[in-house]
Nanobody, 128 residues
Framework: QVQLAESGGGLVQAGGSLRLSCAAS????????MGWFRQAPGNERELVAA????????HYTDDVKGRFTISRDDAKNTVYLQMNSLKPEDTAVYYC?????????????????????WGPGTQVTVSS
């Protein structure tokens, strides 16, 4: 079973940037698609970005397209989320998660239910 740990959250002004990291231990992430999610108070957890097992495919929710970039470094067993042009509505707890099944490369239709092995989350707060 893989253990995931998010880091890099914090308080930033609108228009600023943050880079979130998701470090894995206990198992290699290499064969698994990965996702970043967020949950704001009172809202359901939503998929923000996903990346296929070999990095060849990515998917973003419309709200973050052009602002967020998901990437992975399998040598470091780490997945990243670069967040630029942050808005107050991006404020949430951000989570990473690993796909339940290996070798999924096309992630455009991936859903929350396809993921398991969640990290504890990191808080991102964007002030106006």
């Amino acid at each position: 079973q893989v253990q995931l740990a998010e880091s890099g959250g914090g308080l930033v002004q609108a228009g600023g940037s943050l880079r979130l990291s998701c470090a894995a231990s206990g198992r290699t992430l290499r064969p698994y698609a990965m996702g970043w999610f967020r949950q704001a108070p009172g809202n359901e957890r939503e998929l923000v970005a996903a990346i296929g097992w070999n990095g060849g495919s990515t998917h973003y929710t419309d709200d973050v397209k052009g602002r967020f970039t998901i990437s992975r470094d399998d040598a470091k067993n780490t997945v990243y989320l670069q967040m630029n042009s942050l808005k107050p509505e991006d404020t949430a707890v951000y989570y990473c998660a690993a796909d339940r099944s290996p070798l999924r490369n096309i992630v455009v239709h991936i859903t929350t239910g396809d993921f398991a092995s969640w990290g504890p989350g990191t808080q991102v707060t964007v002030s106006s």
